[in-house]
């Protein structure tokens, strides 16, 4: 799961992203980046019908996912 978040957020364009970090957790998954100098933290949380994503730093969201595939638009669009 972790490899395949980092693969999506790598290859998607989003900016210029200078340190990642993917750790998850029984709960989901916690994502930690500094895209163009802004650091950027998400949690993925797991329920019924994907994950929940919530923006930590401006308490967006949550934004309802069916697949990390929808991901990069979810953080393209809020970033």
């Known amino acids: 799961m972790e490899a395949k978040i ?7 364009e989003l900016g210029f992203v200078q340190g990642l970090l993917v750790d998850s957790a029984d709960w989901g998954v916690n994502i930690r980046m500094t895209m163009d100098d ?6 993925l949380i797991k329920n019924w019908d994907g994950f929940e994503v ?9 934004f309802q996912i069916d697949n990390f595939e929808d991901l990069p638009l ?6």
């Open 6 to 12: 980092r693969q999506l957020i790598e290859n998607a």
């Open 38 to 43: 802004e650091f950027i933290e998400i949690d």
């Open 54 to 62: 919530i923006f930590i730093n401006d308490q967006s969201g949550p």
């Open 74 to 79: 979810i953080i393209k669009n809020n970033c």
